[in-house]
């Protein structure tokens, strides 16, 4: 795998990890489709193969059995080949836990899926720094008491005008 693991991620993709761990399986896959079709590079695989993951846990969660095995063999398929840690994702962690989850899914089979137990769906692990992002265009900023030029757009804020990310 060529991707380049040591980026940022981009707000969507944080936006889009968030959700996930909300268990907000549709929205999560939203921002992460829109993060992957805006992506030129090789890592869009990443976000691809973490946007069907939750693709895969909204599908068993509404009962869709072939859905939900459908979708894991696609998300594994775009993950395999990726690190145990990528852009500060914890994939190997991630495809552990699809693992699991795809076991008790066949396990119950198409007949008992309304029975899954929602709580095998684990929360996605990333590193989180704090960092503040532009709301207009995304760059990173740097408080400096308060009032903050983008270097990038040229938009002026305060503190209050700020967006709070984790990455």
Request: glycine content about 8%; aromatic content about 10%; charged content about 35%.
């Amino acid at each position: 795998m060529n991707a380049d693991c040591d980026g940022k991620l981009p707000p969507k993709v944080l936006e889009g990890l968030r959700l996930f761990n909300e268990k907000q399986f549709f929205e999560s896959h939203e921002e992460l489709e829109d993060a992957w079709r805006e992506e030129r590079g090789q890592i869009r695989s990443l976000y691809q193969g973490v946007l069907q993951a939750a693709v895969t846990y909204f599908h068993i969660s509404r009962g869709n059995y072939e859905g939900g095995v459908k979708m894991h063999e696609r998300c594994m398929k775009l993950l395999k080949d990726y690190p145990d840690v990528c852009r500060g994702i914890n994939v190997g962690k991630l495809k552990r836990d699809l693992e699991a989850v795809n076991e008790e899914l066949k396990r119950l089979g198409e007949e008992r899926v309304k029975e899954f137990d929602q709580s095998l769906f684990k929360d996605l692990e990333w590193n989180e720094k704090r960092l503040w992002l532009c709301d207009r265009c995304g760059t990173q900023m740097h408080e400096k008491n308060c009032k903050v030029t983008c270097p990038n757009c040229g938009n002026r804020f305060d503190c209050s005008d700020l967006n709070l990310y984790f990455d």
